[in-house]
């Protein structure tokens, strides 16, 4: 449609086309979705059988505990914590911060 057409349309004549557009542009969008959800689905199913299991790991237990807060426990892996580096800084060695083994 040319502009100029649109330029001469009435108000009333404008609206009608504006609510036959947004009555077009409704049904496609609705349809278009409806087909994305289809695709998705199809997608997801052959996906299902594909999952790798994790293996179990096996529960890690704390290793070392504050001397100074004795809630604050580390099990030995990842990255030290806060209260452990302190620690070392004051001149403790990390077997200083060792939970008594019960066994």
Known sequence: MKEQ???????DELWILHEKVRQILSTRMKAEKHQLERRLALI????????KQRRPYPKVYPKYRNPERPSETWSGRGRQPHWVIAQLGSGKKVKDLLIAQTH
Do not use: A, W
Request: no cysteine; glycine share 6%; hydrophobic share 20%.
């Open 5 to 11: 057409t649109l330029d001469t349309m009435s108000s």
């Open 44 to 51: 997801m199913e052959r996906n299902k059988g594909n999952e």
